[in-house]
């Protein structure tokens, strides 16, 4: 029997073998179609291309589940390093008595009871705190998410959420969660007020090396009321301004044209813009030079500057000192 065959029904989205019999098929016949199998006992037409898609394959074939971990992040649309998303397996949650699923492509995990579950597009996933929360497990060697990762992130589920607490309540909620160390760090430097990850990642480029927090995302309004804008990050005490420039979205002629003229209006009401692209942030050179050009601007000498802290960080400060704590104990075993 040929795949073009199927009742009509089931040629636009997936379905599971035992609805195929419903429309009298035998498994049988379905096993011998050149069908999709996005999981076990669930056949498709047409490959999948998203990953709504292949979750909601994967939901015909699994029983009191959520989606968790790098999925939860993605369906939420989250902000996720290369690394993350290179990962393209999915991971779901069951409850401890349900046991762990154990399928081809998937990642299991036990604990559904002690986290929010809440519907995206259709499909039950963690909740946003509890994701990031689950994003600690992640983090270990070989893993595709560390410190900075779990900023970003936070970032964006804070800035949802209108507060950074529902993240520190997710997290005094669990026991002994995996990742607290680099979890509890992250809370740290994590803001309400960033838009992007670029935002978040030249912010840490800054803070760290010294320089004091700007407000993020704040309107500029003049004396009589014009408002001008709302710049990425702004120092209202020495009217300086700076606006991450992602090539996404103003790297176009028109985009650029846009910007001059929105940077000028607020040079024009007395503020020193300062642009930041990708690579003014992607390389130790350039990262020491804005941090020293943003200082100056800022009035704090450069002896005041942590240059080496201004730098990306995938491990908390405490797993690094973990390491070295091993590190010397290897030493005096062999010496």
């Known amino acids: 029997m040929a795949a073009a065959e199927l009742p009509p029904s089931l040629h636009t989205k997936p ?50 589940f959520a989606f968790s971990h790098l999925t939860a992040a993605r369906l939420h649309g989250l902000p996720m390093s290369p690394a993350m998303e290179d990962d393209e397996r999915l991971h779901v949650m069951r409850d401890a008595r349900d046991g762990a699923v154990r399928r081809v492509g998937i990642i299991g995990h036990r604990g559904l009871w002690a986290r929010e579950v809440v519907e995206v597009s259709g499909a039950e996933t963690i909740g946003l705190a509890d994701t990031w929360v689950d994003m600690g497990e992640l983090v270990r060697v070989g893993s595709p998410v560390g410190l900075d990762d779990l ?51 030249t912010r840490l480029v800054l803070v760290r090396a010294g320089l004091p927090e700007p407000e993020l995302n704040r309107a500029v309004i003049t004396e009589d009321g014009t408002w001008l804008g709302r710049p990425d990050l702004r120092w209202s005490g020495q009217r300086v301004i700076l606006e991450y420039q992602g090539r996404e979205f103003h790297d176009s002629d028109e985009q650029r044209a846009a910007d001059g003229v929105r ?22 050179a350039t990262r020491i030079a804005l941090v020293r050009r943003v200082a100056d601007l800022l009035g704090v000498s450069h002896d005041a500057l942590d240059l080496a802290a201004c730098h990306p960080r995938f491990f908390s400060r405490r797993m690094l000192q973990l390491a070295e704590i091993r590190a010397r104990r290897l030493r005096a075993r062999s010496a």
């Not at 940077?263 to 130790?284: K, M």
């Open 263 to 284: 940077f000028a209006g607020f040079e024009d009401d007395g503020w020193t813009v300062v642009p930041v692209w990708n690579d003014d942030v992607n390389s130790v």
């Open 15 to 64: 379905f599971s073998v035992a609805m195929a019999t419903v429309w009298g098929l035998t498994y049988r016949q379905v096993q011998r179609m050149s069908l999709e199998a996005p999981t076990r006992g669930v056949r498709s037409l047409t490959p999948l291309a998203t990953v709504q898609e292949r979750c909601n394959a994967v939901g015909l074939a699994l029983e009191c």
């Open 151 to 201: 900023i970003v992130m936070g970032d964006a589920i804070a800035n949802r959420l209108g507060s950074v607490e529902p993240l520190r309540a997710a997290l005094s909620a669990r026991q002994r969660p995996r990742g607290k160390l680099t979890l509890l760090e992250a809370l740290e430097e994590i803001r309400v007020g960033a838009e992007s990850p670029g935002e978040t990642r």
